[in-house]
């Protein structure tokens, strides 16, 4: 089937009308929506869900059970861990890295290169940026390239981040600052921000201690 038959099957979806299909491949063992667009060697894992007129370029690793909203774009040079959530109007950039489990608020951005000029390229200038597990972008929030998200930080929403946020960490404003901890359930905890101290997730039961600025979950009561 060539390009304008298969583009004149997928008009009709974009509409909410009904529609056949016809770039649909039975075996596949995700869902993907007729205007999304996948490029070959993309790897998407099972049981995600990819939305609306979403575009993943060929590079891109995807893992299980993630879910991109609508006109989501995935870069080449991105990998994304198993069950993350990224919502609508977010683009994930080459050199971005999310671990199991992140949630990217609505429009919240990703920037790849820290002094970008029109005129000048500096494709080979593109700064990494790891999320690691478990960590909340809050909507409209940007995350300023080459740094660091800690496990189960949490991003407010509209904060800009330019350095590294600890593990557990409530940060939020321009420039994002930090202003508590955050439980793995995504309750703030009564902790000081520096010093020692404990506290117990109210919904989970887990129990937290900070010492020497560093907050670690240890087991359960």
Known sequence: MDCGLRAFWRWPAVFGCMYLDAN???DLNYYQHPSAIIDDGAQVGDDSRVWH?????SGAQIGRGVSLGQNVFVGNKVVIGDHCKIQNNVSVYDNVTLEEGVFCGPSMVFTNVYN???????KSEYRDTLVKKGATLGANCTIVCGVTIGAYAFVGAGAVVNKDVPAYALVVGVPARQIGWM???G??????LSGEGSAVCEHSGSIYVLSSN???KENKR
């Open 187 to 192: 309750e703030q905890l009564d902790l000081p």
């Open 116 to 122: 970008p000029r029109s005129l000048i390229e500096r």
């Open 214 to 216: 560093v907050l670690k």
């Open 53 to 57: 007129f979403v575009h993943i370029c």
């Open 24 to 26: 649909q491949d039975p």
């Open 183 to 185: 439980s793995e359930f």
